[in-house]
């Protein structure tokens, strides 16, 4: 079923790790995205790729990193991870041209660290 | 900058039907979409506007109106299923510009 998936779906994490949350798609999208969701403050954007090879970032980049080396994954990594990014972390992706606009989201990781 | 403003919360009667407001503040503009999210799930797509008025889908619709930087969702016949966070997203500048969301309005509805 084609869709994207994320892994893993939950993760306990101790401060000061590092952690590589991993997202792929098989739709072919050419844009994705990772987004934070918290309580209160809703879904706000990490960081994004508009293409293979190209990145940017978003509203609350800091302390993350993310890469696009082919269309299919999108990785995000916190080099070093503190309590303030306990969250859900959703990836998401589209397809820009075409006129096909739907954004379509992952299931989601949840992430605690401690 | 882009701004999104929508309430935290509503709570609706099953049967009845229930319009959720969204207004915004954006440089540039190329869509407002609409996604439901029930607890615990990821958000899934409702709806898409980028010209004015109104776009029917079902028990569903959402109207724009770009001059006033305002939409709404209007659902009807509502149903017990229907209690979910509704965010409400705006596409500023070009068609690559990422989806920047408001902070979603929780909807309860009660039997």
């Known amino acids: 079923i084609a869709g994207i998936t994320q892994a893993p779906t939950s993760q306990i994490l101790a401060a000061g790790r590092r952690m590589t949350l991993r997202c792929t798609q098989d739709?072919?999208?050419?844009?994705m995205y990772w987004y934070r969701q918290d309580l209160g403050l809703g879904l706000r954007l990490i960081h994004y790729s508009n293409t293979a090879g190209t990145t940017g970032k978003g509203e609350v980049p800091d302390g993350y990193s993310v890469s696009r080396a082919n269309t299919d994954d999108f990785p995000l990594t916190l080099a070093s991870a503190v309590p303030s990014q306990t969250s859900v972390y959703f990836c998401?992706?589209?397809?820009?041209?075409?006129?096909?606009?739907?954004?379509?989201f992952g299931p989601g990781t949840r992430l605690t660290v401690l | 900058g882009q701004n999104i403003d929508q309430p935290t919360e509503m709570t609706a009667t099953e049967g009845a039907i229930v319009q959720i407001n969204c207004t915004y503040q954006?440089?540039?503009?190329?869509?407002l979409f609409w996604y439901q999210q029930h607890a615990g799930e990821a958000p899934t797509f409702l709806s898409y506007n980028v010209l004015d008025g109104l776009e029917e889908k079902g028990r569903f619709s959402s109207f724009l109106s770009r001059s006033k930087g305002y939409s709404y969702l209007l659902l009807k016949e509502l149903q017990m299923k229907d209690s979910a966070s509704y965010l409400c997203?705006?596409?500023?500048?070009?068609?690559?510009?990422?989806?920047?969301f408001g902070k979603g309005t929780r909807l309860s509805v009660i039997a």
């Open positions: 739709m072919r999208h050419n844009a």
């Open positions: 997203a705006v596409r500023g500048g070009s068609g690559n510009t990422p989806l920047v």
């Open positions: 998401a992706s589209r397809l820009t041209s075409g006129g096909d606009n739907e954004q379509f």
């Open positions: 954006t440089s540039g503009f190329n869509g």
